[in-house]
């Protein structure tokens, strides 16, 4: 009975433990989502590579704008953008408007953003996207 009860105990910590050890997110399948939503979302505006069109949409590839600040960038994919933004060095006034898109969509829509086009980013979760939605 006590060897049961010790294999029970060793199984049930192995399960939790693994389970605490697993990423908080898969960032290549969520950047793989993030590619799709991309493409029907935003592509008609900053293009297929990121790159925008100089002073009307701001480019997404090697935009220092975007890259600064994580949460800005989840808030304007949730609230939109409006007013003057500088994006490497280029002055741009146009609007865009917020996206209805879950927590994980949006979550799937940074990661590839900010892992693409020449960024480097790391990963934004879900649970990132709700605490800035719920501000």
């Known amino acids: 009975m006590k060897k049961m009860l010790t ?8 399960v939790v433990a693994f389970g605490q050890n697993k990423p908080a ?5 969520s950047i793989q989502a993030g590619k799709e939503i991309y493409i ?10 990121g790159e925008g069109m100089e002073g009307i949409y701001p480019p997404l590839a090697k935009a220092d704008y975007l ?20 994006v490497n060095g280029v002055l741009y006034e146009s609007e865009m408007p917020g996206y209805p898109l879950s927590d994980q969509e949006v979550s799937d ?13 790391g990963a934004t979760t879900p649970q990132e996207v709700a605490a800035a ?3």
């Open 25 to 29: 997110v898969d960032l290549t399948k």
């Open 109 to 121: 829509l940074v990661n590839f953003i900010r892992n693409s086009f020449g960024n480097k980013g």
């Open 40 to 49: 029907m979302n935003c592509q008609s505006c900053h293009m297929e590579n």
């Open 67 to 86: 890259m600064a600040d994580k949460t800005r960038s989840i808030n304007i994919i949730l609230n939109g953008a409006s007013g003057p933004m500088t």
């Open 133 to 135: 939605r719920k501000k």
């Open 7 to 14: 294999l029970i105990f060793a199984v049930v910590f192995s």
